[in-house]
């Protein structure tokens, strides 16, 4: 247990729903990263938070995807009309400070489009 | 553009054999880190290591093993007397300095298995 969680672990939902996860990093710190893997890939950067600030989102992100760090303490992605493409893992992981620490990883929550 | 590539995708060994596990990397960056992590079955990515562009030196943890070498772009990961608790996806990753070390590049992973 890397002391970041996600919730929920598991997420099936119909194709046209909106979902939303949840991240919580460890508490002191400052960055968050969401990613996502697909089967037999690694995870592919998508977008991250410094404190409540998203300083970066990849291309991958569309328009459906959205991020928020409202209190620069726990995240939430949202994906909204979801399709069967979006089925991945999604995973967030934290960095105590700028620089290159590793970076610790949550579980992450597995979406099945259906 | 930062990029990892890990060429092998699946790799069976038997346990006690030593296994070696590739990474050839690309940038333009002269500041850089590198990173291996370890994804058992239960799916959460485990830390293994980090070098940054500058340490050259070889680091040996227990059963583990870096090879870092930067005339060839490669960080090599060996494992000595494989055991089946090693059966695992690693991935190799990079982090660039001027992008403020913001996004990690990750390689597609190597899926080991060590038969019993």
């Known amino acids: 247990d890397t002391g970041v969680s996600q919730d929920p672990r598991h997420k099936i939902t119909k194709r046209g729903q909106n979902v939303t996860f949840r991240c919580d990093p460890i508490s002191e710190h400052n960055r968050l990263y969401w990613y996502r893997q697909t089967l037999g890939q690694g995870p592919e950067f998508l977008t991250y938070?410094?404190?409540?600030?998203?300083?970066?989102k990849s291309r991958l992100l569309s328009d459906r995807f959205s991020a928020e760090r409202p209190k620069g303490s726990f995240s939430t992605l949202e994906i909204q009309r979801t399709e069967q493409g979006d089925s991945a893992m999604y995973l967030c992981?934290?960095?105590?400070?700028?620089?290159?620490?590793?970076?610790?990883f949550g579980p992450g929550t597995r979406l099945t489009v259906l | 553009a930062q990029k990892v590539t890990q060429a092998q995708t699946e790799i069976s060994v038997v346990e006690k054999e030593d296994v070696t596990l590739d990474c050839v990397y690309e940038t333009r960056d002269t500041t850089y880190y590198l990173f291996w992590y370890k994804q058992p079955p239960s799916g959460e990515l485990v830390f293994l290591i980090r070098r940054n562009s500058f340490d050259e030196q070889n680091e040996i943890s227990g059963r583990y093993s870096w090879n870092f070498q930067k005339s060839t772009s490669s960080f090599n990961f060996t494992i000595t007397a494989s055991q089946v608790v090693d059966s695992a996806v690693y991935f190799c990753a990079l982090s660039e300095a001027a992008r403020g070390y913001q996004k990690v590049t990750f390689g597609t992973g190597t899926k080991l298995q060590v038969i019993p």
């Open positions: 992981a934290s960095i105590n400070r700028q620089g290159a620490d590793e970076q610790f």
């Open positions: 938070f410094q404190n409540e600030a998203q300083l970066e």
